[in-house]
Structure formats: structure tokens, C-alpha cells
């Protein structure tokens, strides 16, 4: 019984991180496409925020949000935060604004973020998303966002990651994997 155990643990193991890529890639495409049509729908200027830098080091790139600039031109956050499964994170491949180049207009306060776990002041990257379909940046990049497990970070070809690419002129995706 302990050997039939033994080597079964492993294949496990690895289906249930499998899953949790597969569980956080899904959660990232399903917020982009909500974001999108939001912006579509409703005439305003949206985006998908991903933090890159918090108070707990755990939680850098495991933690998406939804903004939206209503008719007072404020940035407010929408809903609370989604949290990734451990070990699983996001890397902005290529496209992403920096917090500080979000569209501001002249005057408007910064966004008010929830708090991430206590840290009320998280740096994030941003993909932004425009009531015509377009996304902000320059429209000759293809946008790529790559989820994968944190002990990939420092490969450059992971084994298994899950990518989602964004045409930067009609805000439409294509999800990659290996």
C-alpha cells in the first residue's frame, strides 16, 4: 500500500498545481474580458490592476483588482481583491502602465485602493481599457501577461505557464500555452 502510495503522491502533486495555474490564468482572463466589456457597455474607461509590490513580499503578483473612471473622472476600485493560489503569479511580459501612468485628468486624485492585507498604499502595473475597444499604450505591441508559478520566475521558458495576449488596438485575447 506504501509504495502504490508513493508513487502516485508525486502525479498529484503535480495535477493539483496544474490546476492552480490553470484556476489563476482563467480568473486573470475572465477579469480582463470583464473589464473590456465594461468599458464597452458602459462608456468609461476601465482597468485590470495587478500588484507588484507590497508590505508582504508573498503576495507580489498574486493579487488582481478592477478600476473604473465614472462620470466624476475619479478612479475607483470595483469589488475587492482577487487573490491567486499560493505559488502561482503574475509577470507583466510587456504592456502594462506602471501605477503612475495611469490616465489621469488634470486634478483627479490617485485612486483609493483597498487595503492588500494591511498595506494601504500597494504598487501595481495596470492594463487600461478605453470605451472604443482600444487599450492604452502603443498599438504596435502585442500586450502579454503570463501567469506561472513562482518557482519558474527566474526561467526563461517555464515548463508550464498560461498567457494571455491582448491586441492592443481591439483589446481582444488569445490565451498560450505550452
Known sequence: ????????????VQ??????LTQAGNRLADMITSARQTSLSRNMITAVIFVTSTSDATLNGRVLGF???????????SGGWVYLPEAVE?????GAAPHNA???PSGA???QLARVKGDANPAYSALVFYPDGRMRGDSSLARQVRVHFQSD???ASPANYYDVVLN???ATMRIQRP
Do not use: F
Open 1 to 12: 500500500m506504501g509504495i502504490v502510495l508513493a508513487s502516485v503522491a508525486p502525479a498529484i
Open 168 to 170: 492592443s488596438d481591439t
Open 109 to 111: 486624485p490617485a485612486p
Open 102 to 104: 495611469l490616465p489621469m
Open 153 to 155: 520566475a527566474q526561467n
Open 15 to 20: 495535477r493539483q498545481r496544474a490546476s492552480n
Open 90 to 94: 503574475i509577470q507583466d511580459m510587456n
Open 67 to 77: 478600476l473604473e473612471m465614472g462620470t466624476d473622472r475619479v478612479w475607483k476600485q
